[in-house]
């Protein structure tokens, strides 16, 4: 069965201090890994990427990484900015396309 | 921001009655792909659409159903309203193309959303 298990539920992190945010998947035909940022009352905003194991992608504070059958976004000396909810996202191909989204990470960043 | 427009914002309906949702894509995109989010959830995939046509499927019923316009722009119509139908519609655009070596690229776009609540 096609899943996509986010954890932790919620995240509070004190202004740099570091953590990473998990990502396990099952699904036929991957066809990518992805990270979406959403904020309250808004649709998700495209982060990454990710299309192979051992691939990384990074932006500013945020890197991506992806296994087999996980992947992970660390957050490096993150801002009260960076506090949003943190989707992951698979797509996958079985003669049709399909989309599986986890249920997201809540982050917070204290001041 | 991504240049996809969505509309209305809100919108109340009743139980039993029909809606029409409107989706403006992203310049240049050809893939359009409705979610249903309910509140604390991730979006559910409703469906995709490809040059017009539908080339992907989640497990909602037929009742659900949409349209992509020659310009890309699409609707999504649901049917028979049901109380558990209120949520967030997101429609995201994307381009579905392969990228050199045959790989495909499933980056997608999202629009602010509609609120609908059915009461």
Do not use: M
Not at chain 2, 36 to 57: S, V
């Amino acid at each position: 069965e096609d899943q996509v298990t986010q954890s932790p539920e919620a995240l509070r992190l004190q202004e740099g201090e570091s953590s990473s945010l998990n990502c396990s998947y099952t699904v036929s035909g991957l066809r990518g890994l992805f990270w979406y940022r959403q904020d309250p009352g808004k649709g998700p905003e495209f982060l990454f990427t990710l299309y192979s194991a051992g691939e990384e992608k990074e932006k500013e504070r945020l890197k991506a990484t992806l296994t087999k059958k996980e992947s992970f976004l660390h957050i490096t000396a993150p801002k009260p900015e960076d506090s949003a909810t943190y989707l992951c996202a698979v797509g996958g191909y079985s003669g049709t396309y399909k989309y599986i989204f986890g249920t997201g990470t809540r982050l917070k960043v204290l001041a | 921001e991504t240049g996809v427009t969505q509309s209305p914002t809100h919108l109340i309906k009743t139980r039993g009655q029909q809606v029409t949702l409107r989706c403006s894509s992203q310049s240049g995109h050809n893939t359009v792909s409705w979610y249903q989010q309910a509140l604390g959830q991730g979006p559910q995939f409703i469906f995709q659409y490809y040059r017009e046509e539908e080339n992907g499927r989640g497990n909602f019923p037929p009742r659900f159903s949409g349209l992509q316009f020659p310009n890309y722009s699409s609707e999504l119509n649901v049917n028979a309203l049901e109380l558990d139908d209120s949520a967030l519609y997101l429609c995201a655009s994307s381009t579905l193309r392969l990228a050199g070596g045959s790989r495909e690229t499933h980056e997608q776009f999202f629009g602010p959303g509609t609120r609908l609540t059915v009461l």
